[in-house]
């Protein structure tokens, strides 16, 4: 049976890094912002902005980019077993009984550690960070779902990373995926 994970995450949870060593544990594709580069005919992987570039434009703007984006990720699933970081995915998907919608997140102080060490700001700068971008992801969530993101009973598995390095993280992910898929 294919297997699409999603993965919704809050800023400075890990939720990139994991997504991709799942991806990798399980033996399927990964797709984050690589969903952009296709919906746009470019399956090259390269892009000039950075991960969140589409949250940052206006909502109206972006409406025609969400709709190409959810067909892609209707596509991409449609192909076979992978994991799924962001874009409302977990939303696009949700009528698919093969589609396991994971949510991470961290207690801020977990988050800011992880941002100050990845992009060297100081404390009071990685948390404004943090707010903004959890406060960006929600509204982009919101704005095409009319859903709360960080709203559990969206989820499947709801995983706090923190005190947690990637491989734990992973490895409770495959259990909640084998146990769900095995028992039924």
């Given at each position: 049976?294919n297997?699409i ?10 939720g990139k890094e994991i997504?991709?060593a799942l991806?990798?544990a399980?033996?399927v ?7 952009f580069?296709?919906?746009q005919?470019d ?5 000039p ?7 940052k434009?206006?909502f ?9 984006q959810?067909?892609t990720i209707r ?12 874009r409302?995915?977990d939303?696009?998907l949700?009528d698919?009984?093969?589609?396991v ?7 801020l102080r ?6 100050i060490?990845l992009?060297?700001l100081?404390?009071?700068d990685?948390?404004s960070l943090?707010h ?7 509204d982009?969530y ?5 859903l ?5 009973t969206h989820?499947?598995i709801?995983l706090?990373?923190s ?5 734990k993280c992973v ?9 769900r898929f095995?028992e039924?």
């Open positions: 049976m297997t994970v999603t993965i919704a995450r809050s800023y400075g949870s890990g997504g991709k991806a990798q399980l033996g594709p990964y797709y984050g912002r690589e969903i580069e296709i919906s005919g399956e090259s992987g390269i892009y902005g950075d991960d969140e570039s589409i949250h434009s206006s109206g703007e972006a409406d025609e980019e969400f709709k190409r959810a067909d596509e991409i699933a449609s192909r076979g077993s992978c994991v799924i970081v962001g409302c995915a939303h696009v949700r698919m009984d093969n589609v919608k994971a949510y991470l997140y961290a207690p977990s988050c800011m550690r992880r941002v060490r992009y060297e100081n404390p009071d990685a948390k943090i903004s971008m959890n406060k960006t992801r929600g982009y919101f704005h095409h779902t009319g709360v993101w960080s709203d559990p989820y499947d709801c706090n990373t005190g947690l390095d990637t491989k490895d409770i992910i495959r259990n909640y995926i084998d146990t095995n039924e």
